[in-house]
């Protein structure tokens, strides 16, 4: 399910004092099945733009065309939308509401008018895919969780709609290393077994550098760069004057370069600085 964003502008509280243009003339296209990293410092404009694309926000100009279906259209159904395109707001788990698992991921489902036969299928599927047993969890409180599994339950409740494209804000904000990693693999897990579109928001380049196939870059509400991880952590300068850094491991090889060591430079993530320092220390 391919996506097109053609001109993309948006203001808030338009014709008042205080109006702000959030997004300026965005346009760029994403492969089916692609998994995109969507990076910027606060206030580039992310937040605005992924709300767009779930039909949240309306443009003030431009078009957000998603499998042939302009979703910028006043004339295009809202449950249309939220069938094709799932959000994961950031701490998604202040969402849960419902008394047991299974009732707060069979919201949404049962919302598209599904039976109740199919509801419970998406359900336990959707609870395996994040690494949860229903037999285990389905009937316990969400609100008796740990952090990370109520997180799960919660991208849970997306995934139960079978969204084409799944777009996931900050989803390991606020969770320790074990957890954030849990995450991030679960979203690997989905993306592989699901085919889908996903679009991952973050503030931590390791992990954009890591899992995305391209990457957008917002500054200002502009749409500064789109290429891959390689194309866009190549331009260290470009990133930094927007108040973005490299990678961790990006930053060490870069260290070491400027300190007159004749590196390659090429490592985006750990292994692949530990593989370039290495097979550079057995050349001297």
Not at 106 to 135: C, H, Q, T
Request: hydrophobic share 40%; proline share 5%.
């Amino acid at each position: 399910m391919p996506i097109q964003v053609n001109n993309l502008t948006h203001i808030y509280s338009e014709g008042m004092p205080y109006q702000t243009q959030a997004l300026s003339d965005i346009s760029f296209e994403i492969d089916d099945g692609s998994f995109v990293g969507i990076i910027g410092h606060t206030g580039s404009g992310k937040s605005t733009l992924i709300q767009h694309l779930n039909g949240l926000l309306k443009p003030k100009s431009g078009s957000i065309v998603v499998d042939g279906v302009d979703i910028a259209d006043p004339g295009t159904p809202l449950r249309e939308i939220r069938k094709t395109i799932g959000l994961v707001f950031q701490y998604p788990e202040y969402q849960l509401f419902e008394e047991t698992v299974e009732k707060d991921v069979a919201f949404g489902p049962l919302n598209l008018g599904l039976s109740d036969e199919i509801v419970k299928e998406r359900v336990v599927e959707a609870l395996e895919l994040v690494g949860l047993s229903y037999e285990e969890i389905g009937q316990r409180s969400p609100f008796d969780l740990s952090g990370g599994q109520k997180r799960r339950v919660a991208i849970a409740g997306v995934i139960a709609m079978q969204p084409k494209v799944l777009i996931l804000d900050e989803p390991t904000a606020g969770l320790d290393p074990k957890a954030h990693k849990d995450i991030l693999r679960l979203v690997q897990t989905v993306h592989r077994q699901t085919n889908n579109t996903i679009l991952l928001v973050s503030h931590n380049m390791e992990d954009i550098a890591a899992l995305s196939e391209q990457i957008l870059v917002l500054d200002k509400g502009k749409l500064l760069m789109k290429g891959t991880p390689r194309e866009v952590f190549s331009q260290t300068e470009l990133l930094r004057s927007t108040g973005l850094e490299l990678p961790p491991a990006a930053r060490i090889i870069s260290m070491l370069r400027e300190r007159g060591q004749d590196l390659p430079g090429k490592a985006l993530t750990i292994d692949e600085a530990e593989k370039e320092i290495t097979d550079w220390l057995a050349s001297k």
